[in-house]
């Protein structure tokens, strides 16, 4: 097995474990719960955007990847912000 | 012994991309069978800290460009910096009331 095919059985792994976050996020559960499977698939997606600048020897991908966790952690608190908001209005 | 150099480079960047792959499924089984908030937290900021470090190591090693490099070293301190800052509010905004 070369290093090319062992890294695209890792892109897979990756691609698996998001699919089982994504089946979280649409479950039925709470804003936090899904607020919280959104950060992980954020950090999973950043992972496979490293693994395929790695697979491809492309150094631009990791620009991507850059503004990839810029945004997860941006949504992350933006939900944060918005549920707080709303417990305090009900309250 | 370049070849030497290479075939290490390689070994070293698969294993940190398969323990970064194994977090994330370990991660995804996590948050389907804890039964909290804050433990499914728990769970899922384990490949947004360690998963994250691992594959942007491997990527590195692979690589092995200054600009790369930079740009992989960027990458993970702006996740080590703010992962713990959102996991914070998140969990701040799940407390019982």
């Given at each position: 097995?070369?290093?090319?095919?062992?890294?695209?059985?890792?892109?897979?792994?990756?691609?698996?474990?998001?699919?089982?976050?994504?089946?979280?996020?649409?479950?039925?559960?709470?804003?936090?719960?899904?607020?919280?499977?959104?950060?992980?698939?954020?950090?999973?997606?950043?992972?496979?955007?490293?693994?395929?600048?790695?697979?491809?020897?492309?150094?631009?991908?990791?620009?991507?990847?850059?503004?990839?966790?810029?945004?997860?952690?941006?949504?992350?608190?933006?939900?944060?912000?918005?549920?707080?908001?709303?417990?305090?209005?009900?309250? | 012994?370049?070849?030497?150099?290479?075939?290490?480079?390689?070994?070293?960047?698969?294993?940190?991309?398969?323990?970064?792959?194994?977090?994330?499924?370990?991660?995804?089984?996590?948050?389907?069978?804890?039964?909290d908030t804050r433990s499914?937290m728990?769970?899922?900021?384990?490949?947004?800290?360690?998963?994250?470090?691992?594959?942007?190591?491997?990527?590195?090693?692979?690589?092995?460009?200054?600009?790369?490099?930079?740009?992989?070293?960027?990458?993970?301190?702006?996740?080590?910096?703010?992962?713990?800052?959102?996991?914070?509010?998140?969990g701040?905004?799940?407390?019982?009331?």
């Amino acid at each position: 097995m070369t290093f090319e095919q062992l890294l695209l059985v890792v892109l897979a792994l990756l691609a698996l474990a998001a699919c089982v976050i994504v089946a979280r996020i649409v479950r039925p559960g709470s804003l936090a719960d899904r607020a919280v499977a959104f950060d992980a698939l954020a950090s999973i997606i950043v992972c496979g955007v490293l693994v395929d600048a790695a697979r491809t020897n492309d150094g631009l991908r990791l620009d991507l990847a850059v503004v990839l966790g810029l945004l997860g952690f941006l949504t992350s608190v933006t939900v944060a912000r918005f549920i707080e908001i709303q417990d305090g209005q009900e309250s | 012994m370049s070849e030497f150099v290479g075939i290490a480079r390689d070994v070293i960047s698969a294993i940190a991309f398969i323990a970064g792959a194994i977090l994330a499924i370990v991660a995804s089984i996590g948050l389907h069978r804890l039964g909290d908030t804050r433990s499914r937290m728990h769970a899922a900021t384990k490949p947004a800290t360690l998963g994250v470090l691992c594959c942007g190591v491997g990527a590195m090693v692979h690589l092995a460009e200054v600009s790369d490099v930079t740009k992989v070293l960027v990458i993970i301190i702006l996740q080590l910096v703010t992962a713990p800052v959102g996991a914070h509010m998140l969990g701040r905004s799940a407390r019982e009331k």
